[in-house]
């Protein structure tokens, strides 16, 4: 059974930055494709970040790009988020996710493997 724990969550002012980790377990990775979604309160869950374990090849949604940056360590199977330059609008709810055969990166519903989600707060 995969598990997935994220840590890193917090509040912060606009501009500044956090980085959230997402620990994984129970399964070699090779495979999987691991990702970032958020939910912001009255709002549906959005993709933010996905990075496939065995080549590295990563993808953001537009809101995101130049400002994250996704990665991962495979010794340790961790997958992060580095978040710069917050703005308010990304105050959420952020979710690590992990499947295999991902057919569309950014939908929430490709993906069966979910972490219990950390809150990132930014006020402005």
């Known amino acids: 059974q995969v598990q997935l724990l994220e840590s890193g969550g917090g509040s912060v002012q606009a501009g500044g930055s956090l980085r959230l980790s997402c620990a994984a377990s129970?399964?070699?990775?090779?495979?999987?494709?691991m990702g970032w979604f958020r939910q912001a309160p009255g709002k549906e869950r959005e993709f933010v970040a996905a990075i496939r374990w065995s080549n590295g090849n990563t993808y953001y949604a537009d809101s995101v790009k130049g400002r994250f940056t996704i990665s991962r360590d495979s010794a340790k199977n961790t997958m992060y988020l580095q978040m710069n330059s917050l703005r308010p609008e990304d105050t959420a709810v952020y979710y690590c996710?992990?499947?295999?055969?991902?057919?569309?990166?950014?939908?929430?519903?490709?993906?069966?493997?979910w972490g219990q989600g950390t809150q990132v707060t930014v006020s402005s």
């Open positions: 996710a992990a499947d295999t055969k991902i057919r569309v990166i950014i939908f929430d519903r490709e993906y069966d493997y």
């Open positions: 129970g399964r070699t990775f090779s495979s999987y494709v």
